[in-house]
């Protein structure tokens, strides 16, 4: 297993460099099934870079990007990393770590003061 970095998947999301986006593209397209992985630790900074830096890319945008990623047979990710996704798009005030760690704890195995957090936990 092979695990990518945020910078190379926002280069492919941004295309800001065009050949490493390229590179990276045709490294993963030329991997076998589930060779690489995307850890969620590099999802979440890869959601914050994405909305707060220069790119200020909407959360739509951002799970719609990521999804079609995860889509590919090369790329492997968990269930959990999924739900994740799908709550990140769902919650517009959630980040992607309060996602992750409302699918990993449920209702009651989360501690915060995040009141966004707290009122999907209610």
Do not use: W
């Not at 991997?31 to 630790?41: M, R, W």
């Not at 769902?90 to 989360?110: A, M, Q, R, S």
Request: proline share 2%; glycine share 4%; charged share 25%.
């Amino acid at each position: 297993m092979k695990y990518i970095d945020t910078n190379v998947l926002v280069q492919v999301i941004t295309g800001d460099d065009k050949a490493l986006a390229e590179k990276a593209i045709a490294q993963v397209q030329s991997g076998a099934q589930n060779e690489f992985s995307i850890l969620d630790v590099v999802l979440a900074e890869l959601c914050f870079v994405l909305e707060f830096h220069d790119y200020k890319m909407t959360r739509l945008d951002i799970a719609t990007a990521i999804e079609t990623l995860l889509a590919i047979p090369q790329i492997f990710v968990t269930d959990t990393t999924l739900r994740a996704l799908r709550l990140y798009k769902e919650h517009p005030k959630l980040d992607y770590t309060d996602c992750l760690l409302f699918v990993v704890g449920g209702k009651n195995g989360i501690v915060t003061f995040d009141n966004d957090l707290r009122k999907i936990l209610m």
